[in-house]
């Protein structure tokens, strides 16, 4: 596997920032750039991820195609089409999104997102996506979510099979999927299921970490790899069986020393286990 993560501060050239990857020791990005970026710009990051030996792991559209409002929902489609014909231009692993909601927070829980209308909206708006493109060397994915499809490894088969396209894939997030006590202390097991049901299939994952805490009723939250309760061995001996340049993005912390001691205690895991990431 390769481990990646966000990258801080401002770059002259792409070179600089392939540099600042490999001086982190990451050998997977994220794009750093969208579709609305010039041409040359995009070559630019694209040749010198390339020459630095660097997967793009990830393109990202970040919106919610579920949107109630019809003329925000058409142009957030747009967007995803947009970002996943650059995905494929630069040869992503994936582009990914979430699959929406029907909440006035782009991300949010609502009643009607775990149900047969939610699941068929998704399905036919995914096909439509992916359609537009019909992407060679990238695919289409959406981001696992707590009270959003996909939800659980059997919900994103389902969707794998409805959506019946090609240029759909899967991405992981396993904090994003531990959602009671019950999960967070088997963590370990409900890692291995995703991955033993749709392994083949999952294109880019993201690393972060999650804590409970004992305040009523059930609170858990965000943080950085270890610090948390999930299982990080677990986790890379499921992704050591994928190819051997899926990417593993760190995600969500905004101070770089965190990301500094989360590569840490991912790589003393993978040393654990005999894995080089």
């Not at 409805?162 to 963590?187: E, T, W």
Request: hydrophobic content about 35%; proline content about 6%; glycine content about 6%.
């Amino acid at each position: 596997m390769r481990l990646g993560g966000l990258l801080f501060g401002k770059f002259d050239h792409p070179e600089q920032w392939a540099q600042a990857a490999q001086s982190a020791g990451y050998r997977a990005v994220y794009f750093p750039v969208d579709y609305r970026a010039e041409q040359s710009v995009i070559d630019g990051y694209a040749q010198a991820a390339k020459a630095a030996d660097l997967v793009i792991a990830e393109v990202g559209v970040w919106n919610n195609t579920l949107e109630k409002d019809p003329d925000k929902r058409e142009q957030n489609i747009q967007r995803a089409i947009r970002q996943l014909e650059l995905a494929d231009y630069v040869g992503a692993n994936c582009c990914v999104n979430i699959a929406g909601s029907y909440s006035a927070q782009w991300d949010g829980p609502h009643p009607d997102n775990l149900t047969p209308k939610a699941f068929d909206e998704i399905v036919t708006i995914t096909q439509r996506i992916i359609d537009a493109v019909n992407p060679r060397h990238s695919a289409y994915s959406l981001e696992p979510m707590p009270f959003i499809y996909p939800d659980t490894a059997d919900s994103y088969l389902h969707l794998i099979h409805a959506i019946d396209r090609k240029g759909f894939a899967a991405h992981l997030d396993p904090v994003n999927i531990i959602s009671s006590p019950q999960k967070y202390y088997a963590s370990g097991d409900v890692i291995r299921e995703w991955f033993d049901k749709l392994g083949p299939h999952i294109r880019s994952c993201h690393a972060k970490d999650i804590t409970l805490s004992g305040k009523l009723t059930v609170h858990l939250d965000e943080c950085r790899p270890g610090t948390g309760g999930l299982d990080y061995h677990a986790y890379l001996e499921c992704l050591n069986r994928l190819d051997k340049d899926t990417p593993l993005m760190l995600e969500h912390m905004h101070d770089p020393e965190d990301y500094v001691l989360a590569s840490r205690h991912i790589r003393a895991v993978g040393k654990e286990l005999g894995i080089e990431l």
